[in-house]
């Protein structure tokens, strides 16, 4: 079936337009957990948000969902997507929910979905959910409707488990850090986990106001953090995103380290301990070529995945891998959680670091990046990659490419745009290839 509510993330749109409105969220709430309720126990859902404005509205409105179909409802309050994860599987949660639009700007919103197990809900689960919010649902008896309560230590709760993804001897005592944490969701957990390890915290994007997530600091906006590091003269900047599953890494010089490089370290790292499971890393096919390269030069896999951090975790937990992510940050590490965690991350490149005794512009760029270039091209209709124009031109590019370098073409899921990814040692090829392409593909639409 088609899907008009779930995308390659949950539910995702502008607040109070489309599908992102409090009837729907509790339609969400109302479906998911009929489609949940299994077995006699008393079901339980937990819930958790960043730091949006429309935060308590969705929230509200999907606790009367849940509520009304007879499960009780746990409300962590603001809380980072990987924690949600974690507390719905040591919670013998039925469900989590984390209401979040990521890095998006604060007048979007969305809900991610957990299963029991603490992993995002397969494309199976999603299906059932989405085909049941266009059905009359039945609602419990008054005495049986579901009781909603907030628990005070979730917070503990996750930053033990965060200091506990480090071994017993690693302290970061003595590191001068900038930690940004983009007035989303991990502002009060991450800076709190990071100070009792011993380092000198130094914050930026702390200060929610339900409008500011992720404007102009975090992951996807480095300028304010890069500025910071070079100022305080810190030893390294950790940058996350509004719901704190990604990390952009800022080194001592005010250069970023983006997830390529980051999987290259921690990848590295853990084949040298012997503790890298699966031979390799998984990677979706907008990861550089250089990280490919780099790995193969250790004597590992790169295997790739479609774009989305879901579908890099799919093909890590069928193939047995432990480390796996994305170019822009998502960071999966399997031995310690079950989706991305941008704190877990940065501290395996916190304790690289101190173990090293090396600074991070050493340390933390493994391989040259070789030149990368994507654009995208709207258009109004129709199927343009089927025309035999495009086909020929794609075909002459592959061609002269092949051994050299690589060629990503693929449409958005979330709108009318074919995305023209190149990249070859040659940056002029590269540019020359893409635009030649991208003209195709125009004429053709």
């Not at 958790?48 to 429309?54: A, H, Q, Y």
């Not at 998502?330 to 991350?345: K, N, Q, V």
């Not at 089927?386 to 061609?399: C, M, R």
């Not at 990249?423 to 893409?434: L, N």
Request: net charge negative.
């Amino acid at each position: 079936m088609a899907r008009k509510f779930f995308g390659t993330d949950g539910i995702r749109g502008r607040t109070n337009a489309g599908v992102m409105t409090a009837a729907t969220a509790m339609k969400v709430g109302q479906a998911a957990g009929t489609y949940f309720l299994r077995g006699n126990h008393r079901h339980r859902v937990v819930i958790g948000k960043d730091t949006r404005l429309s935060g308590y509205m969705m929230e509200s409105a999907m606790v009367a969902g849940f509520t009304s179909v007879g499960m009780d409802v746990v409300l962590l309050g603001p809380m980072p997507t990987p924690a949600v994860a974690m507390l719905t599987r040591s919670m013998r949660a039925d469900l989590g929910v984390m209401i979040s639009a990521s890095h998006n700007p604060f007048e979007d919103n969305g809900i991610k979905l957990f299963g029991p197990d603490g992993y995002k809900l397969s494309d199976k689960d999603e299906l059932a959910i989405e085909a049941l919010l266009g059905e009359e649902l039945d609602l419990v008896d008054a005495s049986e409707i579901g009781r909603a309560r907030r628990i005070d230590d979730a917070r503990g709760r996750y930053i033990h488990a965060v200091k506990a993804s480090l071994p017993d001897d690693i302290r970061l005592d003595g590191l001068r850090l900038v930690v940004d944490c983009a007035n989303g969701a991990a502002y009060h957990v991450t800076p709190s986990a990071l100070w009792e390890l011993g380092a000198e915290v130094i914050t930026l994007g702390v200060e929610p106001n339900g409008k500011n997530i992720n404007l102009n600091v975090g992951s996807t906006h480095l300028n304010a953090i890069k500025a910071k590091v070079l100022e305080t003269r810190a030893d390294i900047g950790i940058a996350l995103d509004g719901d704190a599953d990604r990390l952009i890494v800022v080194d001592e010089k005010g250069q970023t380290v983006d997830g390529d490089q980051i999987m290259a370290l921690i990848g590295s790292q853990l084949a040298a301990r012997g503790e890298l499971r699966g031979g390799g890393v998984v990677a979706t096919v907008m990861s550089n070529l250089g990280l490919e390269r780099f790995l193969n030069g250790q004597g590992l896999d790169l295997v790739r995945s479609a774009v989305g951090d879901r579908y890099v975790l799919e093909k890590m937990r069928s193939g047995g891998y432990n480390v796996g992510g994305e170019q822009s940050g998502h960071m999966i590490l399997t031995d310690h959680a079950t989706t991305g965690d941008g704190t877990i991350a940065a501290l395996q490149v916190l304790a690289a670091l101190v173990t090293a005794k090396k600074p991070a512009s050493e340390l933390l760029h493994l391989f040259d990046a070789v030149p990368q270039l994507l654009k995208n091209v709207r258009f109004s209709g129709g199927k343009p990659l089927e025309a035999d124009s495009v086909k020929k031109v794609i075909a002459d590019a592959e061609g002269a490419l092949a051994g050299r370098g690589r060629l990503v073409i693929r449409p958005s899921g979330t709108e009318p745009v074919i995305r023209v990814m190149a990249e070859g040692d040659d940056a002029a090829e590269v540019q020359q290839v893409v635009d030649t392409i991208c003209d195709a593909v125009r004429k053709a639409a």
